[in-house]
Each structure stands twice: as C-alpha cells, then as structure tokens.
C-alpha cells in the first residue's frame, strides 16, 4: 500500500491531480493509476472529483493521511538507517508568517545548515494556516505571531515584537490583515479602544503591500515596527500591543536530519532579541 503513498500524499496536499504529479516528477496519468490502484487495494473511494480540476478527500482519505503519513515517514526512516539510502530528498518545509518572514528568516537562513539530503522550502501565509498545516503534516516547522495550542507541536516563544499605528492617522482609510494573522486581533482591539468605525477597510494578506501603500501615503494600519521603514510616521501603543514570536516543531522527527536543523532553530532563534 505504502509504494501509492507519495501519490496519494501528493494528491490529497495540493488537492489537485496536476499539482501532485508536478510536485512529484511524474504524468498526471501515472497519479490517477496509482490512486486508482490504492482505492482498488482499499476497497473504497479516497477523493471525490469536482467539475473543476479540484477533489475533495473522502473521510477515508482523511484517514489515511492523518495516520499514514508518521507511519510512512517511519519506513523511511528506517530504509535510510538500514541502507543508508534515501529514495528522495528528506522535506523540510517551513511555514511562515508574514512578520515573521520579514524580521527573522533572513537572519536564520544566513546561519541555517541545511545537510545535502534536506529538500527546503518556505511558505508565507497567516498564523492560523500554519498551525492547521503542521496539524496535518504539511510542514515540518513553522513560525508564527499568534499563540495557537496545536496538539502534539511544540511551542517556543523566541521574540518579542511591538505593533505600531502607522501610517496618515486623518485617513478614512484603514489597511487591514486578514482573519487569522496574528495582527488582526490587535486591529479589532484598537479599534475597540479608540471606539473608531472605520469607513473604509481593506484587507490585505501581505505586510509588503500595506508597508508600500502606508509609504505611498495610502490610509493607515496596525503593524510591527519592525517592518516598518524610516519615513513613514507612526505611534507607538501601549504594552497591550506587544506579542510573541513563536516556533512550532514536532516533538520527534522520523530523520535525524529534521532533528538537527530543529535544534539548530531554536538555538539562532534564541538570539533574535539581543
């Protein structure tokens, strides 16, 4: 069963048959025959085809995802302690969220050792999806601004960070993260003690676009000082204002490899504040 699994991991991730056979180097035809063979094997249907090029996992597929992919990740492991062989790169994927992206993976990446059988990657998204994907398997790591209690990840406050109100405080105009990032509690919170009802708010999933827009003289925003860069007025907030940085990892890794470069994190990240 556990030669389909790639496909079927492949599959279910990106939710998308041509996605999964790009991601793992095959046809698309060569995925639907082995996901047709494991559904064949198990008795069952694991994904529901959409109109689109889209599917939907069955509550077997979620199944076998939840409990299969430690399982595989095991056999693996094992293969390499036994062979010393891998038959592809170990992943090592790692979500993060958009304040994070800015203030501390430059500095983590340029002291990073990453061994020559690790795969690397990095994914910006919010706080939230993170958490959910490291739930399910999707990443290895992930570094968020927004305490989330996962179970079975570790969490690792590593830095604190002070929000600012930037930006043309006379602007109708407010700019605004989406649900789920770790800044749109506190938005929600200014407003509430300030008592405003802004008139106009738009939502803007990336700290970039707001920082170029507050630089532009477009509306204002709540955001970390950090990101911010000279030039752009803003006021500093009270410490109801300040929140944490945190590092999710898992408890144990199959490879030794992800354990290491877990290690490593904890001990660079551990410096961003000094």
């Given at each position: 069963?556990?030669?389909?699994?790639?496909?079927?991991r492949?599959?279910?991730?990106?939710?998308?048959?041509?996605?999964?056979?790009?991601?793992?180097?095959?046809?698309?035809?060569?995925?639907?025959?082995?996901?047709?063979?494991?559904?064949?094997?198990?008795?069952?249907?694991?994904?529901?085809?959409?109109s689109?090029?889209?599917?939907?996992?069955?509550?077997?597929?979620?199944?076998?995802?939840?409990?299969?992919?430690?399982?595989?990740?095991?056999e693996?492991?094992?293969?390499?302690?036994?062979?010393?062989?891998?038959?592809?790169?170990?992943?090592?994927?790692?979500?993060?969220?958009?304040?994070?992206?800015?203030?501390?993976?430059?500095?983590?990446?340029?002291?990073?050792?990453?061994?020559?059988?690790?795969?690397l990657?990095?994914?910006?998204?919010?706080?939230?999806?993170?958490?959910?994907q490291?739930?399910?398997?999707?990443?290895?790591?992930?570094?968020?601004e927004k305490?989330?209690?996962?179970?079975?990840?570790?969490?690792?406050?590593?830095h604190?960070?002070?929000?600012?109100?930037?930006?043309?405080?006379?602007?109708?105009?407010?700019?605004?993260?989406?649900?789920?990032?770790?800044?749109?509690?506190?938005?929600?919170?200014?407003?509430?003690?300030?008592?405003?009802?802004?008139?106009?708010?738009?939502?803007?999933?990336?700290?970039?676009?707001?920082?170029?827009?507050?630089?532009?003289?477009?509306?204002?925003?709540?955001?970390?000082?950090?990101?911010?860069?000279?030039?752009?007025?803003?006021?500093?907030?009270?410490h109801?204002?300040?929140?944490?940085?945190?590092?999710?990892?898992?408890?144990?890794?199959?490879?030794?490899?992800?354990?290491?470069?877990?290690?490593q994190?904890?001990?660079?990240?551990?410096?961003?504040?000094?």
């Amino acid at each position: 069963m556990f030669k389909f699994f790639p496909a079927f991991r492949a599959v279910y991730e990106n939710r998308n048959f041509s996605l999964a056979a790009k991601q793992i180097f095959v046809s698309q035809s060569s995925v639907s025959q082995q996901i047709k063979k494991l559904e064949t094997l198990l008795g069952a249907t694991l994904f529901t085809r959409n109109s689109r090029s889209e599917v939907t996992p069955t509550e077997l597929a979620d199944q076998l995802y939840n409990e299969g992919v430690s399982i595989f990740e095991q056999e693996q492991a094992l293969q390499r302690q036994l062979t010393n062989h891998h038959p592809h790169r170990i992943q090592c994927r790692i979500g993060v969220s958009n304040t994070t992206a800015d203030v501390v993976v430059p500095k983590l990446l340029q002291t990073l050792a990453i061994p020559n059988a690790v795969k690397l990657s990095l994914t910006v998204t919010n706080s939230t999806v993170i958490a959910e994907q490291m739930a399910n398997h999707q990443l290895e790591f992930g570094l968020i601004e927004k305490a989330i209690v996962t179970p079975n990840i570790q969490r690792t406050a590593f830095h604190t960070d002070k929000l600012v109100h930037a930006g043309n405080p006379k602007s109708d105009t407010w700019l605004e993260r989406e649900n789920g990032s770790g800044v749109y509690h506190y938005t929600e919170e200014f407003f509430k003690q300030r008592n405003l009802k802004p008139k106009k708010r738009i939502l803007i999933d990336n700290n970039d676009l707001i920082v170029r827009c507050l630089a532009a003289g477009i509306g204002q925003s709540i955001i970390s000082r950090d990101v911010l860069p000279a030039g752009i007025p803003f006021e500093r907030l009270n410490h109801n204002f300040e929140r944490q940085f945190f590092l999710l990892n898992r408890l144990n890794y199959p490879f030794s490899e992800l354990q290491t470069i877990g290690q490593q994190m904890q001990a660079l990240l551990k410096s961003v504040n000094h």
